[in-house]
């Protein structure tokens, strides 16, 4: 694998954050073309938070959600450090990414993860991509605290956020924020599960500050599920539930960089019910953005802080959306339209569309 290993559209974000990732010469450039994702204004939302919001569209990066930002750097690292395998925990993203980027390095990966508490499109990937895939009876929050174990003192890579090489990935999502929009949102509205990500972007606009590429910093709203929101809730939800299940976690393990993002930015943390993250699945679906249920909660933590007055009219506000539709197909054909049966003639279609 050498430097030159992926072009346009994105050279990935080793290649175009170099200066500002722990990397150097001797670090194999494990990449799949990762990051330059699109920030999309959305005129529907808009125009009803009468704000300036905008979608930050991670769904789009190569195994379909911002994990590959950190994965870069991770596996990278590994490969530098000589792992022999790589290991992490995952509601689905975490795998696909860990999966397909070990694939790429061509080092094996194993993955574990709640039974039952993976979308089909992610296990899928973290399947096809060759990784070992390990169903526990348990919560992602069991899976995480056995694979931490298990890479401890090993010639293992654990590649949850707690890797620190993940989180420096992750950052530099902030980093295009401030390039694509020219400055620093007001605003800035995130799904929280484990907590890496926040942890991150606060990171990332800290950084943007000292290196004279913008001025000033967004207050940090972090999102999650009234059903899995142990930071708003203040104590651990054994049995965390919500339809979103990238973020159904009872026990975040960045717990302590979520509150700090929240407080010294001079946002908040906050939960909504799994209705309002249906409803905003629905909302930017219909303006041609397919998400995950967990990336809507961003857009349905919008509304609530809309509506509770904390988003200043003629605010420039950036929603993350943080993995793609496709991810989680069920949930799709369960709450969205159903497919019509018609006859398979010219007719029958013309007086359906009442165009007959
Ligand atoms: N959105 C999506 C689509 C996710 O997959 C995750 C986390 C989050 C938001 C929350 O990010 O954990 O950094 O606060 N997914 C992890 C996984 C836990 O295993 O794929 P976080």
């Keep these: 694998m050498n430097r030159k290993s992926a072009t346009v559209p994105s050279p990935g974000v080793i290649n175009r954050y170099f200066d500002r990732l722990p990397v ?14 699109p920030l999309l204004l959305s005129d529907r939302l808009s125009k009803e938070a009468d704000a300036e919001v905008w979608l930050k569209y991670e769904g789009l990066n190569p195994t379909g959600s911002f994990k590959d930002r950190g994965m870069t750097v991770a596996v990278s690292k590994a490969v530098e450090g000589d792992t022999r395998l790589v290991v992490c925990a995952s509601t689905g993203n975490t ?7 070990s694939a790429r390095a061509g080092i094996p990966c194993a993955v574990v993860v709640p039974k039952g508490g993976v979308a089909a499109g992610k296990l899928s990937q973290a399947v096809m991509h ?3 895939v390990f169903e526990i009876d348990a919560t992602f929050d069991k899976a995480l605290r056995i694979v931490t174990e298990l890479a401890e003192g090993r010639q293992v890579t654990l590649v949850n956020s707690t890797n620190p090489f ?4 992750q950052k530099t999502a902030a980093f295009e924020v401030v390039e694509d929009l ?37 207050r940090m709203y972090g999102v999650q599920a009234d059903g899995a929101a142990p930071i708003v809730r203040g104590r651990v939800v054994d049995q965390p ?7 159904r976690i009872g026990d975040p393990a960045s717990r302590s960089g979520a509150l700090e993002a929240a407080g010294d930015s001079g946002g908040s943390i906050v939960s909504v019910p799994d209705d309002a993250i249906v409803e905003a699945y629905h909302s930017v679906a219909r303006e041609g953005v397919f998400v995950e249920p967990a990336a809507a909660a961003s857009v349905a933590g919008l509304r609530h802080l809309s509506r509770s007055g904390l988003v200043p009219r003629g605010s420039t506000v950036v929603c993350v959306l943080t993995g793609h539709g496709l ?14 049966r018609v006859e398979p003639q010219v007719d029958a279609l013309l007086e359906r569309l009442q165009l007959a």
């Design 241 to 247: 539930r919500t339809i979103a299940s990238a973020i």
């Design 166 to 169: 993940r989180l420096e990935g």
């Design 95 to 101: 795998s696909a990414s860990a999966a397909a980027y």
């Design 130 to 132: 060759g990784a070992r």
């Design 182 to 218: 020219g400055r620093t949102p007001d605003i800035h509205i995130m799904p929280v599960g484990n907590a890496g990500n926040i942890t991150a972007y606060w990171r990332g606009y800290r950084e943007a500050v000292e290196l004279g590429w913008s001025v000033g910093r967004p």
């Design 327 to 340: 991810k989680d197909p069920e949930v799709a054909l369960v709450h969205g339209l159903q497919p019509e």
């Design 24 to 37: 150097g010469a001797a670090t194999p450039i494990v990449t799949l073309g990762e990051g330059g994702t």
